[in-house]
């Protein structure tokens, strides 16, 4: 929900985001997956704009800042700093954004089949290890756990 402060907002989107991280580990409705890339890639987008506007104001704001020295001239280098690595990250952003959008449409023409329910009784019969690897071996190896060269 947006409450228009900003700090709260941040803050509520990364929760939103850090949910949606461990919901879309295993997802139970892959049909939903165009409408969810685009959904993300509008968030992006609105990222973006988070990004630019905040360089923005530090270099608007840069001719009244200080440093925790209290130097004018390190508060104003630091403003700069900060603002042209904002900029930086909203690049990146778009560039994703960008990508996002490229993998909406072939993922709108997956035609996903119905999802069975995992078997997994969890017992080491199910899993098969490899054979061990004799890269490195030298050639008098004595015991080669019964693989033949």
Do not use: C, K
Not at 62 to 84: E, L, N, P, S, W
């Amino acid at each position: 929900m947006v409450t228009l402060d900003p700090g709260i907002d941040a803050a509520t989107a990364r929760e939103v985001l850090h949910g949606l991280a461990h919901t879309t580990r295993t997802l139970d409705e892959p049909g939903d997956m165009p409408g969810m890339i685009e959904s993300l890639g509008g968030s992006l987008g609105s990222l973006r704009q988070v990004l630019d506007q905040l360089a923005n104001w530090h270099e608007r704001t840069a001719d009244q800042t200080i440093d925790t020295t209290g130097d004018g001239d390190g508060g104003y280098r630091a403003a700069f700093d900060v603002a042209m690595q904002l900029w930086q990250a909203a690049i990146h952003v778009e560039q994703a954004t960008d990508a996002v959008a490229a993998a909406r449409d072939p993922a709108g023409r997956i035609s996903w089949p119905p999802i069975r329910p995992a078997t997994h009784t969890g017992g080491r019969a199910e899993r098969s290890l490899a054979p061990p690897s004799l890269f490195g071996a030298d050639t008098t190896r004595p015991d080669t756990a019964g693989i033949s060269r």
